[in-house]
């Protein structure tokens, strides 16, 4: 079993649509959740970043942590043509507590929003 | 936001030659920088994380006579693929840690390595 599962898609949405993308993992002590747009063949991008449980929202982004289930979600509202693109989880145990600040990352969706 | 660069962009080579890329923090020091690969339709694995004045760790199954990297200031870490063969070929990124919110990381653009 991975660490970090992901589906690898593609998702294809009509323009306007409501995404809804997730992560599911096993390591409990991770503490710090990520997501990162990859268009191809460009480096990742980050978009969210939460620490612990909870929700955060930024413009059409809304970043959820359920740590109870081991599950993140990423939602991108009124989605458009350009939000098409590879969106990755990675997640870390944080610095202080490993010693080290590695993210492991998920395999990535496939996002295409079509016009 | 934190800008990371990395050069080349794009590199071909011929089996058995070395090849240095080179990743930069443009507008912030880093003491960490994170090398990954990432093979087509793959999620990126990490490979090496580089600490300013040290030895970089490199994870298990990654040859560190194989991968040199150097970190030798705070705003440059360099990895150098010796002798590459088609195996070695793949999208090579490196982030660097932000040295405020040191759990955040931010990528270069990536070289894509190709060996003949």
């Known amino acids: 079993q991975k660490e970090v599962e992901q589906d690898p898609g593609p998702l294809s949405v009509p323009e306007g649509a409501i995404v809804s993308l997730n992560c599911t993992y096993s390591?409990?002590?991770?503490?710090?959740f990520m997501w990162y747009r990859q268009y191809s063949r460009k480096g990742p991008e980050l978009l969210m970043y939460?620490?612990?449980?909870g929700n955060k929202e930024d413009g059409r982004f809304t970043a959820q942590v359920d740590k109870s289930s081991k599950y993140i979600s990423l939602f991108i509202r009124d989605s458009q043509p350009s939000d098409s693109a590879t969106y990755l989880c990675a997640m870390s145990e944080g610095g202080i507590t490993s010693g080290t600040y590695k993210y492991i990352f998920g395999t990535g969706t496939r996002l295409k929003v079509l016009a | 936001g934190a800008v990371v660069s990395q050069h080349p962009s794009r590199v071909i080579c011929k089996s058995g030659t070395s090849v240095k890329i080179e990743c930069r923090s443009l507008d912030f020091q880093a003491t960490t920088m994170f090398w990954y690969r990432q093979f087509p339709k793959q999620s990126l694995m990490l490979m090496a994380t580089s600490n300013e004045g040290s030895k970089a760790t490199y994870e298990q199954g990654v040859e560190k006579d194989k991968f040199l990297i150097n970190h030798a200031s705070l705003t440059l870490s360099t990895l150098t693929v010796t002798s590459a063969h088609p195996e070695d070929s793949s999208f090579y990124i490196c982030?660097?840690?932000?040295?405020?919110?040191?759990?955040?990381?931010?990528f270069g653009p990536g070289t894509r390595l190709l060996v003949l």
């Open positions: 982030s660097a840690r932000d040295p405020v919110n040191q759990e955040t990381q931010y």
């Open positions: 939460t620490y612990s449980s």
């Open positions: 390591n409990s002590a991770f503490q710090y």
